[in-house]
């Protein structure tokens, strides 16, 4: 069985933890690579099943059609796109939407701490 991660599970994720820790907003998709890809390895070492990262220009694209309430994408000082939790967003909407529906293993996943180290985030 596979489990799919969208962009926009890993986006809302990674500022969910940024924002918490470092009161950072903004996540630059090669960031969010590298957080999804171990998360992916963490979650078949913890479970033996396999995720799949939806990350297409296309999945990025209807992420911000969809979820353009909480997102925005701008281009940082390196010319890179990056991926912005809005100043209005309140981060507890952000969880309900993106963290209370997920399955609690997937869930460890994202939190665990060689997770979140790739994002700078020391748990």
């Given at each position: ?43 078949k070492r ?19 059609a ?35 529906t ?5 869930l ?16």
């Open positions: 069985m596979y489990t799919f991660i969208g962009i926009e599970s890993l986006a809302a994720n990674a500022l969910i933890s940024l924002l918490e820790e470092n009161n950072v907003r903004v996540v630059s998709f090669d960031t969010l690579v590298n957080y999804g890809m171990e998360i992916t390895r963490i979650y913890d479970t033996g099943e396999d995720a799949i990262l939806l990350l297409s220009r296309e999945y990025q694209l209807n992420m911000i969809n979820y353009s309430d909480f997102f925005d994408v701008k281009i940082d000082n390196a010319g890179q796109g990056v991926f912005c939790l809005k100043d209005d967003v309140d981060i507890e909407q952000v969880k309900f939407y993106f963290r209370d997920m399955k609690i293993s997937l460890k996943a994202f939190l665990a701490p060689e997770v979140l180290e790739k994002l700078g985030v020391l748990a």
